[in-house]
């Protein structure tokens, strides 16, 4: 494997820009029609992700130990797109004459490179796959329950199959019918239960097709798919400090899910829940925080509005409120909601003496369709 | 011997069955065991058969191999043609540009509608507190101004108290409106934007045709026509909005 001159002959179809993926697509649909259907119909975003995700793995080819656990990972995570070990020669193909497409000087050399580096990536991916056959590449649920609460946010209760294992905080990706192909991450809002139920809270972005779809289209009874867990905002198990937990918008879902998860499994301690949002109107979980507040004697539930200046809830940012009810110097923090939220608060906490290290956030923004190389499953 | 004769004739095919009911027969004081001619007959025979099975398997592996070989071949299609690649190219840039622009339709569409419902929102809140504290204020000062007869404070006040309560009312009307409203809008967002399925792309046009298909593919992709078909695949609903659903409430 001649690892520099696939790095320079890897350069010149990325030179291309969005052309190398778009002729790599259209090469792999012609050649193998039946790949198609893979796909969602805008392949747009597709293509950005392809030639980055290429690039990642070309920039790391001579880092095994790097490169392999990426390798697994796309591997497993891409099971649920209903990938199999039979499309591998025929991505690989189309690659191969992509790249010749691109480049003047493309000798049989290069093509025994990029052979031999396609055939050890497709055999990383495929064991990946294969071995992680005790998990569904995918879990089928149920919508048991669709709850518009606000003009933009529904509360969704799905039912999946098969029970679905994960952490409570952690991601997992959705496919609904209405947008086939277009998988979005969501937190679930309460850790595993004995049933399986899982919450969503899911906000329409403007403009945005799965969420929109999640919150004004989809109904009880209708089917959704679930991919395999992802994420990070997982709580510390090994720390027993009593935690602090900020949430603005659908942020609150993860941190609810660890709300449940001390509910569930302790161990017991003091947990303060502090929400933020524009006005009252917005607070589309009250209800049920009422409840958990009522039944849980060790959580503390307070509301702020930023801007309604008549409500009767405390007033300001929540990073402000937040700090007004402190010291939090030695609690675990959790923070999710959106960029601008998490950002502020994660400074004010900082600021205060609460060290990085127990600080732990997850953004709410416009979700990828993937995690990154990092795990990240918003951007 | 009974059912077949080891030594039977050379024309009969050796199976399983005849291997398995082959009878021997028994030999003479002199020659106790098997009469040896006919189990020599029988071993001249099997080992015969072994070799025309095992010629007949080399030459089926033979016959296997040169047929995977062309399977593989078969496989291993022609590369589709650069104007080939590059005709579904444009499609998919012209199918991804219209899902864009579907999108930044909803977007705009959406964020418009939430300014205009947020804006209504807060001026009829604004209005109806301001009317509520005139009320209020003019209810305090009515009592408190103990001088004037009781028979015409009373109605006054209870005038006032049910005027607070039909604002609060028309307060809550005016948001129920608004709500409904712009859900219908955006209810109509969603319906135009319709259903986008990849198994619902017009089939490929078959191998024969795409030469001649070639020369108008540009053109077409971009004519107004195809864009026609688009909406009549996907009627227009009329804007179901506002109008229907206010009424009701």
């Not at chain 1, 209708?222 to 603005?248: F, I, N, Q, W």
């Not at chain 1, 009767?312 to 923070?335: Q, T």
């Not at chain 2, 307060?171 to 409106?177: E, K, L, P």
């Amino acid at each position: 494997m001649d690892i520099p001159a696939m790095r320079a002959n890897f350069a010149k179809a990325a030179a291309h820009g969005d052309h190398a993926p778009l002729w790599f697509y259209s090469h792999l649909f012609l050649s193998h029609p039946e790949t198609r259907e893979l796909f969602p119909v805008s392949m747009a975003h597709q293509r950005d992700r392809l030639f980055a995700a290429l690039g990642q793995v070309v920039a790391r080819v001579d880092d095994l130990d790097t490169l392999v656990p990426i390798l697994q990972q796309l591997g497993r995570d891409h099971r649920k797109f209903g990938t199999v070990a039979a499309h591998y020669p025929a991505v690989g193909a189309s690659l191969l004459a992509t790249l010749e497409h691109f480049d003047d000087e493309w000798d049989d050399a290069l093509a025994a490179s990029w052979t031999e580096a396609y055939e050890l990536i497709a055999q990383v991916m495929v064991k990946a796959a294969d071995e992680s056959t005790d998990q569904p590449p995918w879990w089928d649920a149920e919508v048991v329950d669709h709850d518009r609460r606000t003009l933009d946010i529904a509360v969704l209760k799905l039912a999946p199959r098969t029970p679905v294992d994960y952490l409570p905080g952690q991601a997992l990706s959705v496919e609904t019918e209405l947008r086939p192909r277009l998988w979005r991450w969501y937190s679930p809002a309460n850790a595993p239960r004995p049933d399986g139920m899982l919450e969503l809270h899911v906000e329409a972005r403007d403009g945005g097709p799965v969420s929109t779809a999640l919150v004004r289209q989809v109904q009880k009874g209708d089917a959704v798919r679930l991919g395999p867990p992802v994420g990070h905002l997982a709580l510390d198990t090994g720390s027993e400090r009593d935690l602090l937990l900020v949430a603005g918008g659908t942020g609150l879902a993860p941190v609810k899910a660890i709300i449940d998860q001390v509910a569930r499994q302790g161990p017991p301690r003091r947990v303060d829940l502090f929400v933020g949002a524009r006005n009252e109107d917005a607070f589309y979980d009250r209800a049920d925080l009422r409840r958990l507040a009522q039944e849980l004697p060790w959580l503390t539930v307070t509301l702020a509005v930023s801007e309604d200046k008549t409500s009767s809830l405390e007033h300001g940012d929540i990073g402000d409120v937040v700090l007004r009810h402190g010291p939090w110097a030695n609690r675990d923090a959790y923070v999710a909601g959106n960029p601008a939220t998490v950002e502020d608060t994660v400074t004010r906490l900082h600021s205060h003496g609460l060290p990085m290290g127990r600080i732990r956030t997850e953004v709410f923004a416009a979700s990828r369709p993937s995690p990154t190389v990092d795990g990240k499953v918003t951007e | 011997m009974t059912t077949s004769t080891p030594t039977a004739g050379d024309g009969e095919r050796l199976t399983p069955d005849v291997v398995r009911d082959v009878r021997f027969t028994h030999g003479t004081m002199l020659h106790p065991g098997y009469t040896d001619t006919e189990v020599d007959a029988f071993v001249d025979r099997v080992s015969s058969e072994l070799d025309r099975l095992t010629a007949e398997n080399t030459q089926l592996r033979e016959q296997l191999q040169r047929l995977e070989q062309q399977l593989a071949a078969a496989a291993d299609r022609p590369s589709p043609s650069d104007q080939a690649v590059g005709i579904l190219a444009t499609a998919q840039l012209t199918a991804d540009q219209y899902v864009a622009e579907a999108e930044a339709f909803s977007r705009q569409m959406t964020s418009e509608a939430r300014l205009h419902y947020e804006e209504q929102l807060s001026q009829a809140r604004e209005k109806a507190g301001a009317i509520i504290q005139a009320a209020q204020e003019a209810g305090v000062r009515i009592s408190s101004g103990r001088s004037t007869p009781e028979v015409s404070a009373q109605p006054a006040t209870e005038d006032l108290e049910e005027q607070v309560a039909y604002l609060r009312a028309f307060g809550q009307a005016c948001r129920t409106q608004l709500r409904s409203y712009l859900e219908a809008l955006l209810a109509d967002v969603e319906t135009e934007w319709g259903r986008a399925h990849p198994a619902a792309l017009p089939e490929p046009p078959s191998g024969a045709r795409v030469p001649r298909q070639l020369r108008g593919a540009q053109a077409s992709f971009h004519s107004n026509e195809t864009a026609a078909d688009v909406g009549d695949e996907q009627p227009r609903t009329g804007v179901p909005a506002g109008t229907g659903s206010t009424a009701t409430t």
